[in-house]
């Protein structure tokens, strides 16, 4: 069910997904639907989440600077694949006209973002005191999100690399000393 859901994301150009197409989709009834999750947003969190986590798994525990060019080299290559891409606008392109569809993306977004925090929080000797972890996980997601939506440039291993580096910079290890 969670493969027709991303397949139909994938597939919508920004239209919304409903229960019904979803049910027909994975070839089941709307009930059964109901019987495993509480909502539609309830199955496209967990698609997304889902999907995210394949792409996106947490590095192992290197350096301060390791893990965060590890995390966003690999959430920018999950995204350059055009289906990926087309399941990450969808709902975001729903949200701007469907308060629950908003709602769906700012938890997506949020799990996303305490994956890094959490990485980088990990490392706690390594971290510059008063290192403002919520600025420098805004700045990875605001270009992520700025590129992705706007196709303003590429989410390219060279973009992934300058922008963990500086991340990594503002998190207290300078940039620039290897890892």
Do not use: C, N
């Not at 994975?26 to 986590?53: N, Q």
């Not at 525990?61 to 080299?73: H, K």
């Not at 999950?78 to 993306?105: F, I, K, M, N």
Request: hydrophobic share 45%; aromatic share 6%; net charge negative.
């Amino acid at each position: 069910m969670l493969d027709a859901v991303l397949a139909l994301l994938a597939g919508s150009g920004g239209a919304p997904v409903t229960i019904d197409t979803i049910a027909r989709a994975a070839g089941v009834g709307k009930r059964t639907i109901y019987r495993w999750w509480p909502s539609k947003g309830a199955v496209l969190l967990e698609a997304l989440t889902g999907l995210a986590g394949d792409v996106v798994s947490p590095p192992e525990a290197e350096t301060l600077r390791a893990d965060p060019t590890s995390f966003v080299t690999a959430t920018f290559r999950g995204a350059r694949a055009e289906s990926t891409a087309s399941v990450l606008r969808s709902p975001v392109r729903e949200a701007a006209r469907d308060p629950h569809a908003a709602d769906l993306v700012r938890t997506f977004t949020a799990s996303r973002r305490d994956a890094l925090r959490e990485l980088l929080a990990r490392r706690p000797d390594e971290l510059a005191p008063g290192a403002d972890l919520d600025l420098i996980v805004d700045q990875l997601y605001g270009l992520f999100w700025y590129r992705l939506l706007l196709d303003h440039r590429p989410l390219s291993d060279e973009a992934a690399a300058a922008l963990a580096g500086a991340l990594a910079g503002q998190a207290g290890t300078p940039t620039g000393v290897p890892s």
